[in-house]
């Protein structure tokens, strides 16, 4: 029996570490803007794995100015995951992934407001509900939250705290085989500081920043900018 047991583990652990290593290649490929890379990424993934580099996809293709690309990865990256959650109801991570698309959705075609922002709280609302500690949830909220404008619920004061609860869940969720986002918290939470006149405590974010993803080259550019006004 105690074989059985330990066998079931084992292959349990196995599977959330292929599933990081894929998180971890799609990353990777994003940081360093590896375009073709993203696409197999994308194509050789199913499910979760596979919405997450479209989403990535649709990321580089904004840092390029690229929106009409932008938009079609985004349009494949949420009819993956809202295809997820007609397979399984209670998937927190595809929840907030999907939150996250929307989201940069809304920010290209305001006309999606009206559609997608119902749609987001109710989401919201029911991973805070299955999973109030996960790490992502408190990250893409607190962005949310950091750009929506005060009159329609926005507040940055709130953005940050959510920030902070990020950044002190995150070390518990290593394991979790959707670990991405720990470096982007701090990031966040260093622009919010810039945003007050903070330099030095932004620093410190963004050099946390690229301790956790050397890679970063969001984390990297952030600092060259701002240790020049010091």
Do not use: C
Request: hydrophobic fraction near 45%; charged fraction near 15%; glycine fraction near 6%.
């Amino acid at each position: 029996m105690k074989k059985v047991i330990f066998a079931v583990a084992l292959s349990m652990s196995l599977n959330v570490f292929a599933e990081q290593n894929t998180i971890d290649s799609i990353t990777l490929a994003a940081n360093n803007m590896q375009m073709e890379n993203l696409a197999n990424l994308a194509a050789q993934s199913s499910g979760y794995d596979q919405a997450f580099a479209q989403y990535k996809l649709a990321v580089a293709y904004m840092v390029k100015q690229n929106y009409d690309k932008l938009q079609e990865h985004l349009t494949v990256s949420a009819a993956i995951l809202e295809q997820q959650l007609t397979i399984n109801s209670d998937d927190a991570e595809s929840m907030v992934l999907l939150v996250q698309v929307y989201s940069l959705h809304i920010g290209f075609a305001h006309d999606k407001a009206q559609e997608l922002g119902p749609k987001m709280q109710e989401l919201l609302t029911k991973a805070n509900q299955l999973a109030p500690n996960n790490p992502r949830l408190q990250l893409v909220h607190g962005i949310i939250k950091y750009h929506t404008p005060v009159v329609y619920g926005g507040n940055k004061q709130v953005a940050v705290a959510l920030f902070n609860q990020a950044i002190n869940n995150y070390p518990d969720d290593v394991n979790s085989g959707y670990h991405w986002g720990y470096d982007e918290a701090y990031i966040w939470r260093g622009l919010a500081k810039v945003e007050r006149g903070d330099t030095q405590g932004a620093l410190a974010d963004f050099n946390r920043a690229v301790e956790i993803n050397p890679n970063s080259n969001w984390a990297k550019g952030l600092i060259a900018q701002n240790s020049t006004s010091l």
